[in-house]
């Protein structure tokens, strides 16, 4: 098994999939029961401690945006094999740890076959509140984006991170080709990774066109 870490909101150096491994053409697709056949939608377990009713709202949001979107198509459930921590535990099974700069961290879990990638796992792993790093100071839960730069806006985090279920990197020419829509529309899957956190940065709740293109064609 290769495991894939799609690492967002770090300061420094965005970490996509390292550009120089052979990376297959799509489809790559989730494979849940190891058939060989694609699946027509993937199960979010929004497990873990900390998990409230707005944060579910949030959750919920950032799927349903993948869902309508795009042909990824995930769901919430109540339990399952795929899940989305709150509780900034160890997050990869290679070792990589969920550094003190992390915000949310996705780990995709993928075995390379001859054209594709049975992507049998992600999970996706946040900071509890009282751990956020400096400068940021907390997530935001409403349903409005907050007007303070310190708060970090949670439904947007988390429809970045769904994005990297479906093995796309965080500045799109790395795995699907595509230019990003920078400037104020720099959000989502094409998103800039800084070390100010300002309002403008990592709070969109909608997905670009880069987004809804790259992930039908990789899904």
Known sequence: MIVVALCAFASGSPSPVDASHSVPSPPWYWDLGNDGDADA??????????????????????????????????YYVGSGSQKVYRDGTEPCEDGTGFEPEDVMVTCTYATFRTTYWD????????QTDAHLPSPMVRFWYGAAHSSSETDVDFQGTATHELGHWVLLGDLGPVLYGTSCNYGTGMYTMCGELT???????WRQRSLTSDDINAANAVY
């Not at 049998?120 to 792993?125: E, I, K």
């Not at 070390?195 to 403008?200: I, R, V």
Request: glycine share 10%; aromatic share 10%; no cysteine.
């Open 41 to 74: 939608a993937v199960p979010v377990d929004a497990a873990g401690s900390g998990w409230t009713s707005l944060a579910l709202d949030r959750l919920h949001g950032a799927i349903d945006e993948w869902a309508s979107g795009t042909d990824f198509d995930p």
């Open 195 to 201: 070390s100010n956190f300002d309002e403008e940065s």
């Open 119 to 126: 992507i049998s796992g992600s999970d996706t792993y946040a």
